[in-house]
Structure formats: structure tokens, C-alpha cells
């Protein structure tokens, strides 16, 4: 057996992938002035036009207008860019931990990356089209020297998790006492202070969770996504505000915590439900993107951890109202990978490489984040363990089949042992490997897991000696910090 010292990780296999770059910012357009923004052939645009456009543009030129988003390409993503094509306010519907969020963000770059806008206007006007008194008294008395900035795009989307404190000031606005305190009369709409939607003018607006704003508060948001104008104690206001209204919710709160009140329901014009990746590909994909790694995770872990997340969503013993979030698979990724570094110092490893032992401690540490069914009391372990096995024999049999370890049981038959475990360094593992005589066996198991590195080829072994004992082959005796197959 060939055992190649400290050699770097394949890349192949450890190497995170990360959302693609944000494109570098640019420098904004040199329009200065109204005047100059004229001379220049500027032409407004309504924001869904603006987005209708962009989003048209890059799927004429085959460009992914989702970075970063798994699963979704042959059903969320064609529904939200038909309703975005029809100029449509979205609400997301899906279970925690299925990427609306990321979603929702990710509808910045469908707007255009500068835009002009009325210097100092509170809502970010178009210098062609100010629709407040004071903007439009400043356009009257200015003319073409009017002063004109640019805007980016991250700058035009706002968000806002709703909870139960959340207020109509919050969301749409209130009288100002300084103002009125400044002497301006009670009549004056320069009296009011806006709220979060109709500063996003001419931007896009996202709420989380929004069944959990309070009944009273969804009422006072139907003006504005309706009629477009805003109604705070007593004022009415017509200002032909431009905003796209985003939200997410989980369909269990229609029920539980609270609802969308029918009349702001009928008022989005498409409800999108999301969902769990539904190929295993795309499960370890959100787990090599979103996961924040500390040491190198070997991709049959990565498997074995998105086996084991998929194997609790369709578990009975699971409350799937609840939903089994990625994040649970993120975390657990993060917590090998730490377990990894935890032992390759203590043990003086030069490189931390997680190993399959390593992934009891993601069993240890996140059972708190499933939410099992009633009766399930005091089994939440064995369930967790139960189901961690499973995906582990499934990813012996996928990433191994066809490789014949006989000569390894064999060998084990006659007395020879293996020891391992989290006090057991990548290199003394594999020094107390059974020989073999003349076979290649332990480099064909590394091959085919593209393992190069002793903590690699530690870990592509310790993969086969599970599987052996999951199918009753070997035995396996674990305690104080060592596991002994024999």
C-alpha cells in the first residue's frame, strides 16, 4: 500500500464551492444635473419594465440570472420568471431552510446597476418623475439644474422580517411630532414619516414571514400594493409609488402562528411554493456552497451528510409540518469539519481531514434542530443514529460498489484489528492496517474516492470498515475516544 505523506488535497473532492463573484462595481454615469441626464439620452423606465428587460436580456444570452441556487431549475425558477415577466408581487410558500431568503435576495441583479435619482429625495425619485411636494416644488423652482446622484442597485432592495411588534409605522408611516413640533400644521403631508414601503419606491421590498405580521398590519399594506397610495390618520395620499412587494412564508403558519388575511392574499398576483432539493446533487451542492468549513470534508461525507438530512425529511418519526431545514445539513457539515480540526491538534496532524468518525458528533450536537412526532419521546437519539447509518451503508454502496473487501474481512477473521477514532491520528490508522500481501485493495478504495492525503485515505478506509460492519461483517467496539473494528 502506497501512502503519499501530506500531499495537498485533491481538489476535486474538499474544495467548497462558493456563490459566484458579485460583479466588480462600476463608477457610476457622470449626469450631474437634470439638464446633463437629458442631454445624455437617459430614459426612465417603470421598474417592472426594468426588470422584465434585464430578466429577458440574460435568458437571451443564456445567462443565469440565479446564482447560487440549487434545485429549483426546472420548477420554482420558470414560475418566478413568468410571474416577474408579468410584473406580478411574489409571496414564497415554503417550509424553513429552502432557500427563499437567498431568492428573494437574489432579485438585485435583475435591477439596473445605477440609477438616477433626485439628490436628497427621501424616496429616491426620478429626476423625470417627482411625485412629493417638496420634490416637485424643487423641480418647478430648479428647472434643469434639479441635482441629480446615482443610485446602485444593492441600495434599491429593502428587507424586513416581520414579527409581531412590527407596527403600520413601520411598514407605511406616521405622523412625525418633530415636524409638526417644527411648526408645520397637522394638514401638511411633509408631516409624515414614511415607513419601509414607500421609501422603497421605484426598489424592491421583501418581508419575511409574513403571516406573523398582525392582522391589523396586513390591512394597512393593501392601499399600497393596490391602489398605490397611502392612508396614515386620516391623510390620504396619492403618490404613484413604484415598489415591488416581495414575501416568504411557511404554509404551516396559515394555520398556527397566523395567516395572510385574504384580501392582501388575493392582492399578490402569483404564489410560488419552494421546496427541498430533490436530487442528491443538489442537496450536497447547498452544503458545499453555504457551509463555512474549518478542516477538509471528502465529498462521501458530504454525501453521507445529505443522505442523512433527505432520509429525515421522509422519516415518520419527523415532524415534516416543520420541515427539515438545510441549514441542518449545513451545520452538521460545519461540525465535522470542526470535530476534524479539533482532533488533528491534539493528535499533531499536520492537515485536519474529517473522517467518518467524525460524523458522531454531528448527531450529538443537532438533534435539537428536528422536531420529532409525538410518542417519539426519549428515541430521538436512536432515530438520529438509525437514520445516520443508513446513509452511510448508502454511500458505501454507491461510492465503493464493486470493490471486492473480502481479503480485508478475511484478514480481520483471523485476528488482525483496526483501530481508529478520535484519539487516533490519520497516520497511525494507517500504519495499523492489516496487510494484505500483494493487493492494491486500500489504493483502489482511496482511487475511488479521490483521496490522496493520509487524513484522505485514513478516511476512505475507515468508509469501507463501516460499511462492513453495517452489512454484519466485522465487528465494531467503540469507547474512550477509540473505535476497534475486528
Known amino acids: 500500500m502506497t501512502t503519499p505523506s501530506h500531499q495537498p488535497p485533491a481538489t476535486s473532492s474538499t474544495t467548497a464551492s462558493t456563490p459566484p463573484p458579485t460583479p466588480a462595481r462600476t463608477e457610476p454615469p457622470e449626469p450631474r444635473t437634470l439638464g446633463q441626464l437629458r442631454e445624455s439620452g437617459h430614459e426612465e423606465k417603470p421598474l417592472r419594465q426594468e426588470i ?117 409605522a413601520d411598514l407605511v408611516g406616521d405622523v412625525d411630532p418633530m415636524k409638526v413640533a417644527e411648526g ?78 385574504t384580501p392582501l392574499q388575493d392582492r399578490f398576483g402569483a404564489e410560488i411554493r419552494t421546496h427541498y432539493p430533490r436530487e442528491l446533487e443538489a442537496e450536497m451542492a447547498v452544503i458545499r456552497q453555504e457551509a463555512d468549513l474549518v478542516a477538509e470534508l471528502p465529498d462521501h461525507l458530504v454525501e453521507i451528510l445529505a443522505r442523512f438530512t433527505r432520509g429525515l425529511r421522509e422519516s415518520s418519526s419527523v415532524d415534516q409540518r416543520s420541515g427539515v431545514s438545510a441549514r441542518f445539513a449545513i451545520a452538521g457539515a460545519e461540525t465535522v469539519a470542526a470535530a476534524a480540526l479539533h482532533r488533528a491538534t491534539r493528535q499533531g496532524e499536520d492537515e485536519a481531514v474529517a473522517r467518518v468518525v467524525d460524523l458522531d458528533s454531528a448527531v450529538e450536537v443537532l438533534g435539537g434542530k428536528i422536531e420529532f412526532e409525538t410518542g417519539e419521546e426519549g428515541r430521538e437519539q436512536d432515530i438520529l443514529t438509525h437514520l445516520l447509518r443508513t446513509a452511510v451503508a448508502e454511500t458505501a454502496r454507491s461510492r465503493l460498489g464493486g470493490i471486492d473487501l473480502a481479503l480485508l474481512v478475511s484478514a480481520l477473521e483471523e485476528g488482525a484489528t483496526v483501530t481508529t477514532g478520535e484519539q487516533v491520528s490519520a497516520r497511525d490508522v494507517l500504519d495499523g492496517l492489516p496487510v494484505l500481501g500483494e493487493s492494491d485493495l486500500y489504493d483502489r478504495i482511496a482511487e475511488r474516492l479521490d483521496a490522496t492525503s493520509d487524513g484522505a485515505r485514513a478516511g476512505a478506509v475507515e468508509l469501507a470498515l463501516e460499511a462492513l460492519y453495517l452489512a454484519r461483517r466485522v465487528d465494531k467496539d467503540s469507547a474512550d475516544g477509540e473505535t476497534v473494528y475486528g
Do not use: C
Not at 52 to 59: F, I, S, T, W
Not at 78 to 91: M, N, S, T, W, Y
Open 52 to 168: 422584465r428587460d434585464n430578466l429577458v436580456a440574460a435568458l437571451a444570452e443564456g445567462r443565469d440570472p440565479w446564482p447560487g441556487l440549487h434545485g429549483f431549475e426546472d420548477t420554482v425558477i420558470p414560475q418566478l420568471e413568468r410571474a416577474l415577466l408579468a410584473g406580478h408581487d411574489i409571496v414564497l410558500l415554503g417550509e424553513r431552510g429552502q432557500g427563499k431568503t437567498r431568492l428573494l435576495r437574489s432579485l438585485v441583479g435583475l435591477l439596473d446597476e445605477w440609477t438616477p435619482v433626485i439628490d436628497g429625495s427621501e424616496f429616491g425619485e426620478h429626476p423625470y418623475s417627482p411625485i412629493t411636494p417638496e420634490s416637485k416644488r424643487r423641480a418647478t423652482e430648479l428647472g434643469d439644474d434639479l441635482p441629480v446622484t446615482w443610485r446602485h442597485r444593492e441600495e434599491r432592495y429593502a428587507e424586513k422580517l416581520a414579527t409581531p411588534d412590527t407596527s403600520v
Open 184 to 261: 408645520r400644521s397637522l394638514g401638511d403631508p411633509e408631516t409624515i414619516h414614511f415607513g419601509l414601503i414607500p421609501r422603497s419606491h421605484r426598489g424592491i421590498v421583501a418581508i419575511n414571514e409574513l403571516p406573523d405580521l398582525a392582522e391589523r398590519i396586513q390591512v394597512a399594506m393593501l392601499n399600497v400594493m393596490e391602489e398605490r397610495d397611502i392612508q396614515i390618520r386620516g391623510y390620504v395620499l396619492r403618490l404613484p409609488l413604484d415598489v415591488l412587494v416581495m414575501a416568504s412564508a411557511n404554509p404551516e403558519d396559515y394555520t398556527n402562528r397566523g395567516r395572510i388575511i
